[in-house]
Structures are given as C-alpha cells and as structure tokens.
Nanobody, 123 residues
Framework: QVQLKESGGGLVQAGGSLRLSCVASGSILMVDAMAWYRQAPGKQRELVARITRAGSTNYADSVKGRFTISRDYARNTVYLQMNSLKPEDTAVYYC?????????????????WGQGTQVTVSS
C-alpha cells in the first residue's frame, strides 16, 4: 500500500500563488507516475498535471504556463506550483499515484489517492 498526504492548500486572491505538496509513504518502489487532480463543486474530477519517474510531464490545457509539477525523489514528494491563480482554479486538489510510465492514463489506472486539499481563489 501507498499513502499520500497533501498539504499547502488555502485561500488566495486571484493572481496569487500557492504550492501544493504531496508526500508518499509505504510501498513506493512500485510507483512510477504521480499526479494532481482536482474536483470543483458540481464538476467531474479532472487531471491537472502528471509526472512520470522519467520526468515526463502532462498538463491540462487550462493550467499550461501557470502550473508546474515537480518531484523530489529523495523526499518522495511531488509538488504543484500554482501561479497566476484564477477563481476557476477553486477546487479540492488530490494527489494520485500509479504504476504506469505513461503521461496519459485513464482515471481507472490510478492506484492510490490522497485525501485532498482545498484551494480557494477569490476574485
């Protein structure tokens, strides 16, 4: 089993920045990719950004140029740096991990999920 623990969410004004962190623990040797998803009220969960063990990344079009995903293998941590935040970025952000080295996978491939952290962007 792998446990994922997110932190760094909060309330920020539009145009501001936040950095989310997700620490992985447990049987992490099998994990290849880690990702951030988000779910806004009344909307489906969507991929925000994904990074594989090899360092390949994939971003949602809505966050390209504003968000950056990175990974610290020594700390078993994945980060999401969010800049130029918009009210439409308001959502619960979830950390995810799976065994696939691909940058694009269906949600059903995700093996582990964190509990989520709330990000609220005020206008």
């Amino acid at each position: 089993q792998v446990q994922l623990k997110e932190s760094g969410g909060g309330l920020v004004q539009a145009g501001g920045s936040l950095r989310l962190s997700c620490v992985a623990s447990g049987s992490i040797l099998m994990v290849d990719a880690m990702a951030w998803y988000r779910q806004a009220p009344g909307k489906q969960r969507e991929l925000v950004a994904r990074i594989t063990r090899a360092g390949s990344t994939n971003y949602a079009d809505s966050v390209k140029g504003r968000f950056t995903i990175s990974r610290d293998y020594a700390r078993n941590t994945v980060y999401l740096q969010m800049n130029s935040l918009k009210p439409e970025d308001t959502a619960v952000y979830y950390c995810a991990a799976d065994f696939s080295p691909s940058t694009v996978v269906p949600d059903t491939s995700i093996k582990y999920w964190g509990q989520g952290t709330q990000v609220t962007v005020s206008s």
